[in-house]
Every structure is written in structure tokens, then in C-alpha cells.
């Protein structure tokens, strides 16, 4: 290695680290883990848990004002006139990373208790079922936007959010708990006092609570898992979340448990629609109630989320049976033993940070579908974006030195407000802006939109590092094309520009780098599972494991794409400062020169 550049020689070191790394991963014996269950799987009666007792206040609630008092008759529904985006299909925007009530299980498919139950409500109906993963924070606002016919993420109603969506009649109830480590001086919600970091979920119902109800400033993350793994390291000192999602989080060993829980039997978990389907409502309400009363939903129940119905409430609509469930208090107590007490003995830190980050086993589990899934996705979406970028970013910078100033000022105004605005907002407002005037050609996929929104946003940074190299070159190389006979295009085309673009390669290249990591946040749009990119493929297996070494395998992904052209990015900008190397000359060929002269 001797002879390799210093630049060289430290690339191939850090891949060498990083192959080294992969290996012990795949290599890494399946033991390690102390619990390595799949969350997105059924759990069975075996976690059956009887209601609460720790409630912060009796289960009374007003008059419900929303239930249904009956359904139309299920054969008299026209699912021609159900208003779907594509007939026949019903596309739904659902969540990963809430288990046991929505998620992606290891198979790459989007499951689940109020996914498995859609399925079924939707095969009453005769319709079949497209999954989009999306964030919650926008859920709501694409399926008012037509972005979703159904929103389904065990959403607990509210009067704010029938505002802009429409609901479905309930079909599971919202407890939410508030977890603490052991030992905490928080025992209830009483004690949560201003001053106190309490983790919450952003824009669940989970967060109104704490804002209005409670009046305290909670910390917003942006899904369950980031938010338990804050409190289990101690950046926060409690977790209020919904009951099933915090039980199914709390492994043995954990240190941490529900003190107490609250629900409300006005506000239940139902399916949001755009607010003026209401066939669609009705629809997904006559279909709520068939599976009811074929016990479809008692099965699927009692296999996802088997935990006793609180006093008062029931699913469906009111004249929908009772459905027949299992003794859940009675399974709990016989599945609660002295064995399972004894493995929630505390573990160290040092086994805490092993087990939450370093899972060998997890590690071989997830590249598979980082190399398949993950890594495809995030390079289809940096090239195309990085590509349909430079163009755009070329034109704005050869606009914005324009002399004519309507081509110069709209440039400096596109490049202000694309460099101003977050990228998320971008995505956002080119995915669900654009997405309903486009959908004849998306085919209501945002992917391509994505890469476009990507594209537009790296265009205003593009442009300005296309400006600069363009600026920087010597007014004289313009006044010698121009001196020769050039017209001041062709001078700008052929000279000027050449030179402006060479100079600015490695800012280019550090431009293309950011691009990879910003794919990530595709994901705000909705995409099926197939699309999924690096990150969201290790995130939705941190949400079956409940575990974060996923993300971190992830991130070494990123490193094995980022690090290579980080240091090509060095060794051009070398090679631009420094020239190439002087070559000897072949002593034959130097005595010709001599003789020629």
C-alpha cells in the first residue's frame, strides 16, 4: 500500500473496517440478544392482559354522539360509487412502527390488528387493499387530500380531527399509558409537574393529552420506539403512549413499566376518511359489522391485541352483537408466573447500550433487505434527483448572471425560496400538492414525485455552487473568446462556463452525497413497502424488533455508500489544485527532442 496516495490508502482502510464490520454482523451468533421476538406478529392468548386497574379516572364519558345507530344492508352497497381513488382498490395510508396495530412484519408486508381487520372488512366488500407507509403527522392531511381513501393507524377520534376527516364507527378502544423507569417518583399523571421531560409521540392524541389537558410542554418524537429508547437512557423522564403500543415495547429487563392508564369511551380508534365519502363511510362501517358478527373480528382480536374491552363499549356500530371473546383477565392471570417475574431483573447499562445497538443477530437480519430493498431505492432516488438536478441547477445559475433581469430575478427568487424552506415542507408540498393534478400519470404513486421534489430542492443549491464556479473564472478568458471571435454565447458555452463547472466538481459532488441521506424523507409521502429506502427498510425492522441495531445498520449502509465518494470528492479537488503528476521522460524519446532541436 505503500505506493497508494494518502487519500486512497484511507478509503480503503475505512472499507476494509467496514467489510470487517458486515462480516462480524453476519457472522454474529443469533444468542446475543436476550429477547428478539418480532413484535409484528401475532402474539396469541399467551399475552392476553386483563383491563387495567390503575385507571387515573372511572370509565365515564358523555352521550357518544358518533356511533352509528345501525348500518345500510352490506348487499345493497354499489362499490362503484364508493368514490375510490382507483376503482375496485382501496388505497390505504398506514404506518410501520406501532405494533402490534400496524407495522411491517419480516416479509416485507404492511400488517397488523387494524390493517388484518381492513383486509377482512374489505374483502366483505369485494375490494382489494393497497398499503402506503407514511408518517402520522401527515396521514390525516393526505387522506383529506385524496392522497388515501383510508387512513388506518389505530387513530383515536377527536373532535379537532373530525375538523378535517371523516371516521369510521370504532373498531378498538384508547388506552393510553404513562411509563417511567423503576424507582421514578412519578407514580400517576397527577405527578407530572411542569419542568418534567415527558416523551410523546407528535400529533397523537397522546400529545393533545399532555398539551390541553394536562397544560405541560411534552417532548415530540417522531415514533414510538425513538421515544421509549429516550426514556430507557434517561433523556426523559416519562413516556405517555398508546396502552398496546407501551406493553408491546417493555421487554424483560427493561427497568421500566406502566404506572398508570386513562381512556375515554368518547374517543375510540377508528378508520379516517376524506370527509365527503360517506358512502365510503357507510360502506366500511356495514363491513365492520358483518365481521363482527362472523366472529372474524373476535379471531383477529384475540391473535393481535388480546386485552379485555372496557366496561361500556364495544365495536361497531350500536346494533352490531357483542363480539365473543375469551376470558382475557382469567388467561392473564394463569400466564402471569414466577419465571417471567424473575427475568424482569434490571440489566446493566453497558447490557442495556450491547443489546439496543449492537444485535449481531439483528445486524445478519437486516441487510438482506437493506441490499435488496433499501439500497436500490436510495440510489434510483439520488441519481434521478441528482441528475434532474444539475440540469435545472445549470439553467438557474446561467440565468441568475443573466443580463437580462427577467431571467436574473426569478432565478434569485426560485433559489431563495428553495434553499430557504426545509425539505421536508418541499416534499411535502410538491408530493401533496402536485400529486392530485398528476395522478392520471403517477398512477397516485408519489415516488416519482419524490425524486422530483428532491431534484427541485437540490436545483437552488446547484445553481448557486454553478454561480460561483462560473463568477470565479478570470474576465480575461472571456475577453480572449471575445477577442478571437466568439459572440458572447459561445464564449460563455465553450469557455467560460467548461472552466466554471471543472472548478466547482468536488462542491458538486459533496451536493450528490447530501442528496443519498436526504432520500430518507421520501418516506413523508406514502410509499408501499417495495419502495421503501435505506432507512425506512431499517426503521420498520426496528419496529418488529423494538430494537435500534437496525438503524445503525442502516447507517453503516450509508457509510458504505457516502465514505468512497467522500474521498473521491478530496482526491479530485487534489488532483484540480495540484494538477497530475509529472511523468519522467523515456530516455529515447528525450534524445529525439534534443536531436530535433
Not at 393526505?142 to 364507527?169: K, W
Not at 427497568?255 to 378508520?271: C, K
Request: aromatic share 8%.
Amino acid at each position: 500500500m505503500a505506493g497508494l496516495p494518502a487519500a486512497r490508502r484511507r478509503a480503503l482502510i475505512t472499507l476494509l473496517l467496514l467489510a470487517v464490520g458486515l462480516t462480524a454482523a453476519g457472522c454474529g451468533s443469533g444468542n446475543d440478544s436476550a429477547d428478539t421476538r418480532d413484535l409484528c406478529a401475532p402474539p396469541g392468548l399467551s399475552a392476553a392482559s386483563a383491563a387495567p386497574t390503575n385507571l387515573a379516572s372511572p370509565a365515564t364519558a358523555g352521550p357518544d354522539r358518533y356511533t352509528t345507530a345501525n348500518t345500510v344492508p352490506l348487499e345493497s352497497i354499489d362499490v362503484t360509487k364508493l368514490g375510490l381513488i382507483t376503482p375496485g382498490t382501496l388505497s390505504v395510508g398506514t404506518l410501520s412502527d406501532a405494533p402490534p396495530s400496524i407495522c411491517v412484519n419480516s416479509a416485507g408486508t404492511f400488517t397488523g390488528f387494524d390493517n388484518e381487520l381492513l383486509r377482512a372488512v374489505a374483502a366483505k366488500l369485494g375490494l382489494q387493499v393497497q398499503f402506503s407507509g407514511t408518517e402520522f403527522s401527515g396521514l390525516l392531511a393526505q387522506v383529506a387530500g385524496a392522497r388515501f381513501d383510508v387512513g388506518s393507524s389505530n387513530i383515536t377520534t377527536t373532535d379537532a380531527r373530525r375538523e378535517l376527516v371523516g371516521f369510521t364507527n370504532g373498531y378498538d378502544f384508547g388506552y393510553f399509558a404513562l411509563v417511567v423507569v423503576d424507582g421514578s417518583p412519578i407514580k400517576s399523571f397527577a405527578d407530572l409537574r411542569p419542568g418534567t421531560r415527558i416523551a410523546v409521540v407528535q400529533g397523537t392524541v397522546q400529545d393533545d393529552y399532555v398539551v390541553n389537558t394536562l397544560r405541560l410542554d411534552p417532548v415530540k418524537f417522531p415514533d414510538y420506539n425513538t421515544a421509549y429508547a429516550n426514556l430507557k437512557t434517561g433523556q426523559v423522564d416519562a413516556w405517555v403512549a398508546p396502552s398496546a403500543q407501551a406493553e408491546g415495547a417493555i421487554k424483560p429487563g427493561d427497568g421500566t413499566s406502566v404506572v398508570q392508564n386513562a381512556f375515554s369511551l368518547d374517543n375510540f380508534a377508528a378508520w379516517a376518511v376524506n370527509k365527503n365519502n360517506k358512502p365510503l363511510t357507510d360502506a366500511l362501517n356495514s363491513g365492520l359489522d358483518a365481521v363482527i358478527a362472523d366472529g372474524t373480528y373476535a379471531r383477529l382480536y384475540s391473535d393481535w391485541v388480546p386485552r379485555q374491552l372496557p366496561p361500556g363499549w364495544k365495536p361497531g356500530s350500536k346494533a352490531a352483537p357483542t363480539p365473543q371473546l375469551p376470558d382475557f383477565a382469567a388467561l392473564a392471570a394463569e400466564n402471569t408466573t414466577e419465571e417471567s417475574q424473575e427475568q424482569n431483573a434490571p440489566k446493566s447499562t453497558l447490557q442495556q447500550l450491547r443489546e439496543t445497538f449492537f444485535d449481531w443477530s439483528l445486524y445478519r437480519k437486516a441487510f438482506p433487505d437493506l441490499i435488496k430493498t433499501g439500497l436500490p431505492n436510495t440510489l434510483i432516488l439520488a441519481l434521478v434527483s441528482g441528475a434532474l438536478g444539475t440540469v435545472i441547477g445549470m439553467l438557474l445559475a446561467v440565468a441568475g448572471i443573466s443580463r437580462t433581469r427577467w431571467l436574473r430575478w426569478p432565478a434569485r427568487v426560485y433559489t431563495d425560496i428553495f434553499r430557504g424552506l426545509p425539505a421536508v415542507v418541499i416534499i411535502l408540498l410538491i408530493g401533496l400538492g402536485i400529486g392530485p393534478v398528476a395522478r392520471n400519470i403517477t398512477g397516485n404513486n408519489p415516488y416519482w414525485l419524490g425524486a422530483v421534489a428532491l431534484a427541485l430542492l437540490a436545483s437552488a443549491y446547484i445553481g448557486e455552487i454553478f454561480r460561483s464556479g462560473i463568477q470565479s473564472v478570470e474576465a480575461g478568458q472571456l475577453e480572449a473568446a471575445r477577442a478571437i471571435g466568439f459572440g458572447y454565447r459561445q464564449a460563455m458555452t465553450l469557455v467560460v462556463i467548461p472552466q466554471g463547472v471543472r472548478r466547482v466538481l468536488p462542491a458538486l459532488m459533496n451536493q450528490f452525497i447530501a442528496l443519498i441521506k436526504d432520500s430518507s424523507l421520501i418516506y413523508f409521502l406514502g410509499l408501499l413497502a417495495s419502495q421503501r429506502e435505506l432507512f425506512a427498510v431499517g426503521r420498520d425492522l426496528n419496529a418488529q424488533t423494538g430494537n435500534l441495531s437496525p438503524l445503525v445498520a442502516a447507517g453503516l449502509m450509508y457509510l458504505v455508500l457516502t465514505i468512497p465518494l467522500t474521498h473521491l470528492v478530496n482526491y479530485i479537488d487534489h488532483r484540480m489544485r495540484t494538477g497530475r503528476p509529472d511523468q519522467p521522460i523515456d530516455e529515447l524519446e528525450q534524445a529525439t527532442i534534443t536531436e530535433g532541436r
